[in-house]
């Protein structure tokens, strides 16, 4: 036997793939600043900037002629308070970016929000805190069920529960079906760890975090306890659910894909993406062959949906091969 005759050439190659990367796979997370006038770079994550609202509104044109899955919104606001309020305000920046979005490029694309607090709050937690500073989970339910409402009143076609508060899919559900936003899509963030890999993204949306989520964000050495999770987030109403790193939990996606039959996504998130560009940087890999492959690594364990800054750029990649 000679299994190299179906490595022989790209045309063989290509003809034996088993895993195949496309454009409507991926989603493009951004960033959106309030009030800036020029867009700002995040020296953590070369080539990734917080937008103004008009750059914003380029670069979602811009993928939705490349063909991407959609773009996840985050807003950054210029002042933040203990309860997050500026995630409710319709103007609050999160949700204007929402309705830019939505008037750029109508459903030619979806526009997916993070439903989240801690972009907004003084102290940087996705929730509001009780008397002795801990995340109140269930005080945080009831402002995530107005958040949800106000994203799908902006316009949001997905909405991303990204807190890690039990019951949080249960109350934006009910939330958004009493609003009549039957159609509203929920991203469930099912399995979120507690994960050294964010720490860009805390430049990213200017993060007040004092302290860490380990509390509510699960223990990177469980893996049944993903199950779990994610068979709660399917019970209250979730559509899509997510797995969050994706590099060093590839083998959750794949139990997590084999367990369920809805779709399966996973974030490649700011520090799996600095790790690849730091190194390329420094001419220790091929920075375009280790995005592909990274994705498609991605994508062999199971996630049907990818996040990922690479994106825009993927596409172009993939169209170079």
């Known amino acids: 036997m000679r299994p190299r005759r179906l490595r022989s050439s790209a045309a063989v190659r290509r003809l034996v793939a088993e895993t195949t990367l496309e454009p409507r796979q991926l989603i493009l997370p951004m ?17 990734v900037v917080q937008h103004t609202r008009d750059t914003a509104r380029k670069a979602i044109a811009e993928a939705a ?11 950054v606001p210029s002042s933040k308070d203990p309860v997050g309020s500026g995630a409710l305000d319709p103007d609050g920046i999160l949700n204007v970016a929402i309705r830019d979005a939505v008037s750029e490029v109508g459903d030619a694309l979806l526009i997916m929000s993070d439903l989240c607090l801690d ?23 009831k402002i995530y069920a107005e958040m949800g409402v106000a994203q799908a ?6 909405v991303g529960t990204s807190g890690c508060m039990d019951g949080q899919v249960g109350v934006v559900r009910s939330a958004l079906d009493a609003a009549g936003h039957l159609d509203t899509i929920i991203l469930a963030y099912a399995v979120k760890y507690a994960s050294a890999f964010y720490g860009p993204f805390r ?40 797995v969050k790193p994706a590099l060093a939990y590839l083998d959750i996606i794949r139990q997590v894909r084999d367990h ?9 998130i700011s ?18 062959r ?32």
């Not at 990177?220 to 899509?240: K, P, S, T, Y």
Request: charged share 20%; glycine share 10%.
């Open 31 to 47: 960033f959106v600043r309030e009030d800036a006038r020029e867009p700002i770079a995040i020296s953590s994550m070369p080539g």
């Open 65 to 75: 002629q490349l063909g991407l899955g959609g773009v996840m919104l985050f807003g």
């Open 119 to 141: 972009e907004f709050t003084s102290h940087g937690h996705c929730g509001v805190l009780d008397s002795a500073g801990r995340v109140d989970n269930d005080a945080t339910l």
């Open 153 to 158: 009143s902006a316009g949001a076609h997905v």
């Open 203 to 242: 430049e990213a949306v200017d993060s007040s975090l004092t302290g860490d989520r380990k509390t509510y964000q699960q223990d990177n050495a469980n893996a049944r306890e993903a199950i779990r999770e994610v068979d709660l987030d399917l019970a209250e109403g979730a559509d899509i659910v997510m």
């Open 260 to 268: 369920v039959n809805v779709p399966v996504a996973a974030y490649n």
């Open 271 to 288: 520090g799996e993406y600095a790790m690849v560009e730091a190194a390329a940087a420094n001419g220790w890999i091929d920075r375009d």
């Open 290 to 321: 280790a995005i592909l492959e990274t994705l498609t690594s991605i994508h062999r364990a199971g996630a049907d949906i990818i996040l990922t800054y690479w994106a825009a750029e993927a596409v172009h990649l993939l169209g170079g091969r």
